[in-house]
């Protein structure tokens, strides 16, 4: 009965670990560059949906946040080629190596298919004086540096859609103040409280904001208006008299090298998933896309492959003007900051020392109790040492050895250490790495890697 | 009763709705325990969920979720020295040392108690005055948010336990650490050592676990902190067994309730206020009820703080449960999201056609009506279950060393890995705890650094912001509430000079008369 019922534990805390040979047979990462909630996830998180409904394994969303996207776009791209890791690129892959931010470009990836493309769009708030591009316009030209815009950080997307219309009208784009922002949220806000006139941002974006009338739009910087309903209203720079279009994209791609099959698997899902051909839950991604008011223009790899030249041949052409050089953001320069942290942590340990000064010659005068010391027994010492590196070890051998494994030795190893039995430390390791690996992999979708058990 | 309110009591009590309130307050208890996983990665796992049910019970469920790892985050926090959430570090040291002593389950019951009642009332706020207090948010330009970064850290600093040049430094070398990557503001790389993964700077939460678990289990490892009770035997009838383990739990947080009534909507109203404001959250609330907390005590009160006080535990967590309620009032009257839950939100009901702004208060008051009984009904099944979490996890007390200490080192290292899948964050972690480990030795308090790597990068874009719409310093103080708030700032500042004055002519006085 007994022996019964542990084989049944057993079987459960392995569950879920068989493998076939057929791709994928294991669930697939996809990497997005900017945080939960914004516009890249939420589509993210949608194309994640479909595919799995298409691939039939967990396809899980990990947003690699920072570095104005160069985390995430590397995580996606420098992954190992073996399509078990998706990478959504968005518009900045074209704009980061300009900048020096990195070496990534867009030809270092197997393109599959762009999903969107957002017109960037200027927008003010329903009692500002500008109903027209025109006024904005002469509002520039008359009193130029005085109106404030924000949308995302320096020389971000937005900031170049704006500073890209400004040179189109034969103004400096220092003439509109760009305030650094950490995306269009915080900008939507900052023009809610009068803080700047205008935000440069794409509509979906804006959304809530302008569904409600509490802000307008003045133009969509786009070759045709939008075509989703109810946003049809909104006047593109073209029919106000402006030649200047920029849009911001997202798409999927593979490491370089992953294999022609691999590719040729995911696109034969996407193609599905983008025509309406998969539906869950009674919806498909295109109606999904439209009821957001995402764009839904797609391009396949050889087209979607071009398109990020041309892109990348643009934003080429406009970071490298002098007057891109100029745009720095505000009076005060990088390095201030650190050095004003770096100056009053300084500061505290003068003061700190001043403090322990005073501090010894009070107890040097009240000769105090001490506790007695308990001495540190050599084993204790291997073990305070070896936390340290078990953690450096789990980190460099845990893809290449497997997670039960690692997290098996790891717990076996401490477990001697602080003296348990053979039996307990055995047990605790073959138990506890399985446990954590459910309720990782299992409940909370965190890939961990398989190693030699092949799970 | 008026229809919409009807309508809203059917769907949120039917099957459905109730079984996904029930669900996510289970899985939402259990994620929250665990450390390393946020309440928002939570709520953004549900989100798949949450498409196949209808928008009163999706939007129930994420409420739900929210407010039950919230609190389960304290279960680390209490247990293990692991803040559960950033909002926890500001009680850590005291909530573990009250294990230490063998009374965790009173302190647990304190912090379940007040989050409960904290979560409630912030719940009232909401509904009472939602749109009339959503205007307030507008106020709110870069002058004002960057007053309310630099209050929030000052209070973290001089609150601390030691002397504020120890808090002053634990803060610097937070400020510092945050300022490693390449931040939006300024859009180049700093400190980052020619290192790729440095590039996106430190998280906070490997941070976190570092600072606090990892650098505990150093410590544990050479010397044993936890005392290990005897285990008690149940003796007698289970009614008497459940009887006296709800005494232990909730007894001291039922009488504490009737004497802080003062503090409680001190407390509240700051989480309310701060959660109301878009992008500042629970953390920030925490340390400000934490240090307005320690203020009003008395002297041998405030040498409690840091070493084990429930009154400043209550009060941290009071005000970081107010202020979940209080992030959905700007995500629901002006679809602006509170913080990163409520943007998730904010995607979720667009997605089921319900559109946050002003109108929907008119045209689609049903599920307002839903998402305020939700708030309510998941505050109150919190006690049952919380109760029960409570009784699980403090079995992790009796667990021997052996066992637990190598799972704790597992999970903080599989934790910090979890946020991003990153490597780099295991080796953050690592670096962090070692770094922790060596400032306890010197007595310095890690909770300020916490903070500083969340807020640093907010404190420099809205100085930044400032300094770039206006040259003059006068800028600062233009508006009335940057103004008040600067005013407080400052104070904050000038407190411990004042108080180390005051007690040098005290002590010149005694020296002059005796």
């Not at chain 1, 941002?201 to 910087?221: F, G, K, Y």
């Not at chain 1, 106000?240 to 920029?246: A, E, F, K, P, V």
């Not at chain 2, 998730?344 to 702004?357: A, D, E, Q, R």
């Not at chain 2, 939700?374 to 049952?384: G, K, R, V, W, Y």
């Amino acid at each position: 009965m007994r022996s019964l019922l542990l084989s049944g534990i057993f079987c459960g805390l392995f569950a879920g670990c068989t493998r076939t040979d057929e791709y994928p047979n294991r669930p697939i990462t996809l990497t997005c560059p900017w945080s939960p909630g914004g516009g890249t996830d939420r589509v993210s998180r949608q194309i994640a949906y479909y595919l799995e409904q298409e691939l039939n394994v967990p396809v899980n969303v990990i947003n690699a946040t920072g570095g104005q996207g160069v985390t995430g776009h590397a995580r996606g791209l420098l992954a190992r080629p073996d399509g078990y890791t998706l990478a959504m690129m968005t518009l900045e892959l074209n704009m980061l190596h300009w900048r020096g931010l990195t070496d990534l470009n867009w030809k270092q990836c197997e393109p599959l298919m762009s999903l969107n493309e957002d017109a960037a769009a200027l927008f003010v708030r329903s009692d500002s004086a500008f109903t027209t591009m025109k006024q904005l316009e002469d509002a520039v030209r008359n009193r130029p540096g005085e109106l404030k815009a924000s949308g995302t950080a320096s020389l971000g997307a937005w900031h170049l859609a704006l500073a890209g219309w400004l040179l189109s009208i034969d103004r400096q784009p220092t003439d509109v103040v760009w305030i650094p922002s950490q995306g269009s949220d915080p900008s939507l806000q900052e023009m809610m409280s009068g803080g700047i006139d205008i935000v440069c941002c794409s509509v979906p974006e804006a959304r809530s904001l302008l569904d409600t009338n509490q802000i307008r739009c003045l133009a969509l910087m786009a070759d045709q208006r939008l075509t989703q309903p109810g946003l049809e209203e909104y006047k593109t720079l073209k029919e106000q008299g402006c030649d200047w279009t920029l849009a911001g994209w997202r798409g999927l791609a593979l490491p370089k090298e992953t294999p022609v099959e691999i590719q040729k698997r995911l696109m034969t899902a996407l193609r599905r998933i983008v025509t309406g051909k998969v539906e869950r839950n009674g919806q498909t991604f295109p109606e999904y896309m439209d009821s957001e008011g995402f764009d839904r223009t797609w391009r396949e790899t050889k087209n979607f492959a071009a398109f990020m030249k041309r892109s990348d041949a643009t934003f080429g052409e406009l970071l490298k003007r002098d007057e891109f050089q100029e745009v720095r953001s505000g009076p005060v320069g990088p390095h201030a900051f650190p050095l004003l942290a770096a100056a009053m942590g300084a500061c505290c340990l003068v003061m700190i020392g001043f403090e322990q000064s005073k501090q010894q010659n009070t107890i040097l005068s009240a000769s105090g109790n001490r506790k007695p010391k308990v001495p540190v027994t050599v084993i204790q010492w291997i073990a305070f040492f070896a936390v340290p590196a078990a953690a450096t070890a789990y980190a460099l051998f845990v893809d290449e050895v497997g997670f039960i494994p690692a997290a098996a030795a790891i717990l076996l190893t401490f477990a001697l250490l602080l003296r348990a039995s053979i039996t307990a430390a055995i047990l605790l390791a073959v138990i506890g790495s399985a446990m954590i690996y459910q309720v990782f992999t299992g409940l909370l979708r965190v890939p961990l890697p398989p190693g030699w058990l092949g799970w | 009763m008026s229809d919409a309110l009807q309508i809203a009591l059917q769907n949120t009590f039917s099957p459905a709705t109730l079984l996904a309130i029930f669900v996510s307050a289970t899985c939402g208890l259990f994620i929250g325990a665990i450390p390393g996983l946020t309440a928002t990665m939570a709520v953004a796992l549900m989100v798949p969920f949450t498409f196949f049910l209808d928008p009163v019970a999706g939007v129930a469920a994420i409420v739900t979720m929210e407010a039950c790892c919230i609190f389960a985050g304290d279960i680390p926090t209490t247990l293990m020295r692991i803040p559960g959430t950033p909002s926890s570090a500001a009680y850590v040291d005291d909530a573990y040392a009250l294990t230490c002593r063998n009374e965790h389950e009173k302190t647990l019951g304190v912090s379940l108690t007040f989050s409960i009642v904290g979560g409630l009332i912030g719940a009232v706020v909401l509904i009472v005055a939602a749109p009339q207090l959503a205007r307030i948010a507008f106020e709110f330009s870069s002058y004002e948010y960057f007053w309310l970064c630099a209050l929030g850290l000052s209070c973290a600093a001089v609150v601390s336990q030691g002397s504020a040049a120890r808090g002053m430094l634990s803060l610097a070398i937070g400020l510092l650490i945050s300022c490693i990557g390449i931040g939006s503001t300024h859009g180049i790389p700093r400190l980052t050592l020619g290192i790729n993964q440095l590039s996106s700077g430190i998280s906070f939460i490997p941070a976190m676990i570092g600072l606090f678990g990892f650098s505990e289990v150093l410590r544990n490892v050479l010397a044993p902190t936890l005392h290990q009770p005897a285990a008690a035997s149940p003796d007698g009838p289970f009614e008497s067994h459940l009887k006296s383990a709800w005494n232990n739990v909730f007894g001291d947080a039922f009488g504490r309730l009737k004497q802080s009534i003062g503090r409680i909507l001190t407390s509240s109203t700051i989480g309310s206020v701060i959660g109301m404001l878009p992008g500042a959250g629970a953390d920030i609330a925490a340390w400000i009820s934490y240090a307005v907390s320690k203020q009003r005590s008395t002297p041998e009160q405030q040498k409690e703080y840091g070493r084990g006080s429930l009154q400043g535990i209550a009060d941290a967590t009071t005000a970081n449960n107010a202020s979940l309620a209080g992030a959905w009032i700007p995500a629901l009257v002006l679809g602006i999201p509170g913080d990163s839950v409520t943007a998730i939100v904010i995607g979720v009901l667009l997605m089921k056609n319900v559109n946050p702004g002003p109108d929907i208060f008119e045209n689609q008051l049903p599920i307002v009506y839903s998402i305020y009984i939700t708030f309510i009904l998941a505050n109150l099944l919190l006690i049952p279950l919380g109760f029960v979490a409570i009784r699980l996890g403090s079995q992790i007390v009796r667990v021997p060393r052996h066992i637990i200490l190598p799972l704790i080192l597992m999970f903080c290292i599989v934790g910090s890995f979890a946020i991003n899948s990153s490597y780099f964050d295991v080796y953050a972690m690592l670096g962090m705890g070692l770094l922790g480990f060596v400032l306890e030795k010197y007595k310095v308090p890690l909770g300020p650094i916490v903070l500083g790597i969340i807020l640093g990068g907010r404190l420099e874009e809205t100085l930044v912001q400032c300094l770039t719409k206006s040259d003059s310093l006068a800028a600062f103080f233009s508006r009335p509430i940057a103004a008040g708030l600067g005013v407080l700032c400052i104070s904050v500042w000038l407190w411990p000079l004042a108080s180390r004055l005051m007690s040098l002519r005290n002590n010149s006085t005694d020296t002059t008369n005796s």
